[in-house]
C-alpha cells in the first residue's frame, strides 16, 4: 500500500516553544491530509484537513492559531504546535489517501496514517 | 455535527471464539466505512472495509455487516486469536472527501 511518513515520532520540548511535525506522502499525491490528536487510550480526534495551496480547515474547537498547518506541496503537510503548553502533550497523526490528487479522481480509497509523532512538553 | 458511536469500549474473548464490535453514525450521506486495528504505540492499519452499496463483505476471519437504514455496522472477528489484540476503530466517511470520523474505540483482548 501506499506510504506516508511522519517525522519526528517523538519530541519533548519546554513549555513556550513551537514544534514542527512533517507528515509527507512517499509514493503519491495528496491534495488533502488530515491530522488528529490522540490520547491515551481515546479515539482519534480530527483537528484539521490540509488542503494544499490553500487554508487548512479546522474543527470545530481546534485553535488555529495555536496549531498552524502548511500544506505547501502535493506531498507534504506540516504541523506547528506554536507557544506549546504541557496539556498539548499528545499522540498526532496525520493521514492521506491516494483519491485526493488523482485525475481522475477516485472517490473510495483507503486513508493511510503516518506513524504519529509523540509530543511531550515539559 | 457528524458522530460515531462505537461499542463496546472493551471486550475480552476466550481464544477461538467470535468478537463483534458495533458502531452507528449519523451522517446519512456516509457510504464508506472501513474499520482500522492499532496496536500500542503504532498507526492504525486498515483491516476491512465496505461501501454502502453492500451489506456485507467477508475476508477470511473478518467480516463487516452494514444497515444504511439503521446506519449502523459492525465487526465481526472469528476464530479469535491472541494477535488479534487491539484497539479497533470504525469510521464513516463521505465518498470524494476522504475525511473519516472514527469511533470511539473498542479494545479488544483476546485471552490464551
Known amino acids: 500500500g501506499a506510504v506516508v511518513s511522519q517525522h519526528p515520532s517523538r519530541v519533548i520540548c519546554k513549555s513556550g516553544t513551537s514544534v514542527k511535525i512533517e507528515c509527507r506522502s512517499l509514493d503519491f499525491q495528496a491534495t488533502t491530509m488530515f491530522w488528529y490528536r490522540q490520547f491515551p487510550k481515546q479515539s482519534l480526534m480530527l483537528m484539521a484537513t490540509?488542503?494544499?495551496?490553500?487554508?487548512?480547515?479546522?474543527e470545530q474547537g481546534v485553535e488555529k492559531d495555536k496549531f498552524l498547518i502548511n500544506h505547501a506541496s502535493l506531498t507534504l503537510s506540516t504541523l506547528t504546535v506554536t507557544s506549546a503548553h504541557p496539556e498539548d502533550s499528545s499522540f498526532y497523526i496525520c493521514?492521506?489517501?491516494?483519491?485526493?490528487?488523482?485525475?481522475?479522481?477516485?472517490?473510495?480509497?483507503?486513508?493511510?496514517f503516518g506513524q504519529g509523532t509523540r509530543l511531550t512538553v515539559v | 455535527g457528524e458522530n460515531v458511536e462505537q461499542h463496546p469500549s472493551t471486550l475480552s474473548v476466550q481464544e477461538g471464539d467470535s468478537a463483534v464490535i458495533k458502531c452507528t453514525y449519523s451522517?446519512?450521506?456516509?457510504?464508506?466505512f472501513p474499520w482500522y486495528k492499532q496496536e500500542l504505540g503504532k498507526r492504525p492499519q486498515l483491516i476491512i472495509d465496505?461501501?454502502?452499496?453492500?451489506g456485507e463483505k467477508k475476508d477470511q476471519r473478518i467480516a463487516v455487516t452494514l444497515n444504511k437504514t439503521a446506519k449502523h455496522f459492525s465487526l465481526h472477528i472469528t476464530e479469535t486469536q491472541p494477535e488479534d489484540s487491539a484497539v479497533y476503530f470504525c469510521a464513516a466517511s463521505r465518498s470524494g472527501t476522504y475525511k473519516y470520523i472514527f469511533g470511539t474505540g473498542t479494545r479488544l483482548k483476546v485471552l490464551a
Open positions: 451522517d446519512s450521506a456516509s457510504n464508506y
Open positions: 465496505i461501501r454502502s452499496n453492500v
Open positions: 493521514s492521506a489517501s491516494e483519491g485526493a490528487g488523482t485525475v481522475p479522481r477516485r472517490v473510495y480509497t483507503e486513508a493511510f
Open positions: 490540509s488542503n494544499e495551496g490553500s487554508k487548512a480547515t479546522y
